[in-house]
């Protein structure tokens, strides 16, 4: 028998039908919800609110379970690469061989910009944040590839455009961190796999080619594949609402950047590290930001913890911590920020404040200092997370496109403000001092 909720509004009964999902979710559908009782439902942040149905990712925020396409985290991180699970989150299932080959080489073919776009490099200014041009570029591509935006792509035309936004975006950030530094762009090299080629672009400059080390390969990999998916957070949520009105995957995910370069969501990984090297420039004093912290009035939050999903534990924050050490004691890297964030992290662990709220260290709690140890500068944290955070929304974008039940996003809300009052002329308004 199916399952039904009940609601009891203004005295009357109303029956609601359950969703279940695949893990055993379950979810009241509130669609009819209005039609029935002229009621909405009010949920500040969608702390509670299911904006649609998805088979790509599964988390489970109590018991720390993060899964693409049903397999662990943990498994996709050793034992996976990023192309291998960026094309198993847009397509639904790990590649065959000769799919991930096929994959992998239409990248190669793709890394190249288109040459009027260099213009766009040229006038940005040079200390302008890289998440604004990332964003600009993103979306400026569908002014250089117009020929796959049909209002209805088909599923070639889709993963044409998926390919040419994960190879784009690639060149495109390199490209951006150049700038910022003032050095002339590396050209792709499309012999070189995608993590290579980033790594190539970013750092090798005429006449010195950089010289790759497997730790940080190693590292990279595991940190893009970790920021891949994370379901309907803030950016994926956008790209999906921006998505739902037909807008083509390069607008819709030049918006989901946009979102992603907050501090409070994709943002953080940088806030992170400059955090830390606060605390390290104030002689090391842990507890005196954790005070700050705690007090309501001060509106300060350590960076770096708490999660709206996860209450125990962000399984990606345990791999990533793991990958840190492993990175520094390879490369014999001794950095005082690492020092400082073990210690903050126990100390918080222990912390009674942030027991009781359960703020755990996420996924941007060790990323940072990894990303610094490879060379990378702080500005470019949040656009390294959004190269990795690609095809989840593409893959997103992807299923609501492809869902024939999908509608366009439109919330509703509950009217807070004035009633209805006359317009009265400028005129009289100040004649009579009436100021609203
Ligand atoms: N430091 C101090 N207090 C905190 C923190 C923090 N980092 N995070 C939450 N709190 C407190 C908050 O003040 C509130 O306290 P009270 O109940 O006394 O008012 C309580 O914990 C609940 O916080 P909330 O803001 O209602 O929680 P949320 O689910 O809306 O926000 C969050 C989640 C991640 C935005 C928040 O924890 C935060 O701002 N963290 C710091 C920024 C950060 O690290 N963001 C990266 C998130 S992981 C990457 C991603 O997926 O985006």
């Known amino acids: 028998m199916t399952e039904k909720a009940k609601i009891i509004v203004d005295g ?164 951006t961190y150049k700038k910022s530094i003032g050095q002339k762009f590396t050209a792709p090299r499309k012999d070189l796999d995608y993590i290579p080629n980033f790594l190539h672009m970013m750092f090798s400059r005429p006449g010195r080619e950089y010289k790759i080390e497997e730790e940080v390969l190693s590292a990279l990999r595991t940190l893009l594949i970790l920021h891949a998916d994370h379901e309907q957070n803030c950016s994926t949520s956008t790209v999906r609402l921006v998505g739902s009105s037909w807008a083509n995957m390069f607008a819709s995910i030049s918006a989901g950047v946009c979102a992603l370069w907050g501090p409070l969501h994709g943002g953080a990984n940088q806030k992170v590290v400059e955090m830390l090297e606060e605390i390290h420039r104030d002689g090391g004093n842990i507890q005196k930001y954790i ?5 309501p009035d001060e509106k300060y939050r350590l960076m770096g913890f708490g999660h709206r999903v996860y209450k125990n534990f962000d399984p990606r924050a345990t791999i990533i911590k793991r990958r840190a050490h492993e990175l520094f004691d390879k490369m014999g890297i001794v950095d ?57 929304w593409i893959a997103h974008w992807k299923e609501m496109r492809e869902d024939a039940e999908s509608r366009i996003g439109r919330p509703r809300q509950i009217y807070t403000g004035e009633t209805q009052h006359d317009f009265v002329p400028i005129d009289e308004r100040e004649e009579a001092g009436i100021k609203k």
């Open 12 to 175: 009357k009964s109303y029956e609601l039908p359950v969703v279940i999902g695949t893990e055993g979710e379950k979810g009241i559908d509130i669609t009819n919800l209005r039609k029935e009782t002229s009621y909405v439902t009010l949920d500040n942040g969608f702390g509670n609110t299911a904006a649609c149905t998805s088979a790509i990712t599964f988390l489970d925020g109590e018991k720390g379970i993060l899964r693409y396409r049903g397999i662990p985290i943990e498994q996709l991180a050793e034992q996976s690469t990023f192309v291998e699970t960026s094309y198993c989150l847009i397509f639904g299932r790990l590649p065959t061989r000769s799919q991930l080959g096929e994959f992998t080489k239409s990248f190669s073919r793709q890394y190249d910009l288109h040459r009027d776009m260099l213009n766009f490099f040229a006038g940005y200014p040079p200390a302008g944040h890289p998440m604004g041009l990332l964003s600009s570029m993103v979306c400026s591509l569908s002014g250089y590839y117009p020929e796959l935006l049909k209002p209805e792509p088909t599923p070639d035309e889709i993963k044409q455009i998926a390919v040419q936004l994960l190879a784009k975006v690639n060149t495109i950030s390199a490209y």
């Open 291 to 295: 005070t700050k912290a705690k007090n």
């Open 336 to 392: 005082p920020l690492l020092d400082i964030a073990v210690k903050l992290e126990e100390a918080v662990l222990k912390d009674d404040y942030f027991a009781e709220r359960k703020l755990y260290p996420n996924v941007d709690f060790y990323s940072g200092v990894i990303y610094k140890a490879i060379g990378i500068p702080t500005p470019m944290f949040p656009v390294m997370f959004a190269i990795g955070r690609m095809p989840g």
